[in-house]
């Protein structure tokens, strides 16, 4: 099957050349994304280890620092691994992805959410957890983006996919309309235990983390549930000013 496989992807290389999603010119690395359009994508450079806020770039090289709301109120999950500000052209990428089905562009961001985790990620988690939708939103949706995002990092990292770990049983408004102060709020209960985890370590992902309300929600239910360590990574971090 190997084999296989790897004689398609020539094929399918050789009928349909990799081509930046960004300009249109050719791609690189066997990925829809050229040099010069992935050296402008707005990086973090620095931030906090526990909550992935970006900090100033003067900190850069300590991996391990910790932002000053963290040490006073630490999130329930451990740490959150984002490569890129929630700024141009991330955010539209992670737009088309989420409100247009542009599934094509799920290949880019994965990879290089890949390429970010790969040297970073202090533990390989048991399994990866993606953001629940609730099936109201599913249905409308057509897909979660954040299992779609998590397909390729399972396949490289062979971890298996707990999809059916949390549900969002309450169809809550969606996070994006609310200001910062409502979202915890908003999703008080929103999620459920649906299967008991057996496993100690997890990791979940998500397309963009703002307030980061909901990945610490879920980090908390299933650490209540006998989780030890949850990590969180996300293809973009965004700040909300005196929240997390």
């Known amino acids: 099957m190997g084999v296989v496989y790897k004689g398609l992807k020539k094929l399918r290389k050789l009928i349909f050349p990799p081509t930046c999603v960004l300009c249109g010119e050719s791609g690189a690395s066997d990925r829809d994304l050229c040099i010069a ?6 990086a973090i450079k620095a931030h906090c280890y526990c909550c992935g806020v970006p900090l100033s770039e003067s900190t850069a090289g300590d991996e391990k620092i910790i932002c000053g709301q963290c040490l006073q109120q630490p999130p329930h999950f ?19 992805l989420k409100y247009n089905a542009s599934l094509s562009h799920v290949p880019v961001l994965a990879g290089l959410l890949l390429d ?6 202090p533990e390989r988690p ?10 109201n939103r599913l249905r409308a949706r057509g897909f979660n983006q954040a ?7 399972a396949r490289h990292f062979s971890i298996p996919i707990g999809g059916e770990l949390c549900l969002r049983h309450i169809d809550t408004p969606q996070q994006s309309a609310l200001p910062a ?27 963009v983390v703002t307030t980061g309300a909901t990945v610490d929600a879920l980090a908390k239910l299933l650490k209540r549930n006998g989780v030890e360590r949850v990590q969180v990574w996300s293809v973009a971090r965004t700040v909300v000013a005196g929240k997390r």
């Open 78 to 96: 451990d740490c959150l691994l984002s490569p890129f500000r929630y700024e141009n052209p991330v955010d539209w990428l992670v737009q088309r």
């Open 181 to 207: 102060r409502q979202r915890a709020k908003n999703l008080r209960n929103a999620f459920m235990i649906n299967q008991k985890p057996t496993v100690n370590s997890v990791a979940i992902i998500d397309d």
């Open 126 to 135: 048991e399994t990866i957890v993606p953001v629940p939708l609730h099936v």
């Open 147 to 153: 299992l779609e995002l998590a397909r390729p990092l």
């Open 116 to 121: 970010y985790l790969q040297p970073l990620i």
């Open 37 to 42: 359009c992935q050296s402008q994508l707005p």
